[in-house]
C-alpha cells in the first residue's frame, strides 16, 4: 500500500502563486508515475501533470502548460506542484496519485492510478 497526503492548498488572488506537496509512504519502488488532478464542483476530475519517478519525464495538461511546474524530491519521498500565474478557473481540488503498475507509463486518465491523496482546496479570487 502506498499512502499520500498533500499540504499547500489555499486561498490566492487572481495572479497569485501556491506550491503543493504530497509526501508517499509505504510500499516503495524503484520506479512509478506520481500524478496530480484537480475537480472543480460540479465537473469531472481533471487531469494536471505527472512525472516518472526515475527519470523525471513529465506531461502536462495544456491549460496548465507554462504556468504549473512538477517536481520530486527522491529523498523525501515528496513531489511538488508549483503552480503560479493562478486564474479562477485553477479552483478546484487538487489531488495527489500514484500509478505503481509496471512498465511505467504516464497516463492522463484517473483510471490507471491506484492510491490518492486526500486533496487540497485551491482557491483563486478574482
Known amino acids: 500500500q502506498v499512502q499520500l497526503v498533500e499540504s499547500g492548498g489555499g486561498l490566492v488572488q487572481d495572479g497569485g502563486s501556491l506550491r503543493l506537496s504530497c509526501a508517499a509512504s509505504g510500499r516503495t519502488l524503484s520506479n512509478y508515475v506520481m500524478g496530480w488532478f484537480r475537480q472543480a464542483p460540479g465537473k469531472e476530475r481533471e487531469f494536471v501533470v505527472a512525472?516518472?519517478?526515475?527519470?523525471?519525464?513529465?506531461l502536462y495538461a495544456d491549460s496548465v502548460k507554462g504556468r504549473f511546474t512538477i517536481s520530486r524530491d527522491n529523498s523525501k519521498n515528496t513531489v511538488y506542484l508549483q503552480l503560479n500565474s493562478l486564474k479562477p478557473e485553477d479552483t478546484a481540488v487538487y489531488y495527489c496519485a500514484a500509478d505503481l503498475k509496471i512498465p511505467v507509463y504516464i497516463s492522463r486518465s484517473a483510471r490507471e492510478y491506484g492510491y490518492w491523496g486526500q486533496g487540497t482546496q485551491v482557491t483563486v479570487s478574482s
Open positions: 512525472i516518472t519517478w526515475r527519470g523525471g519525464s513529465t
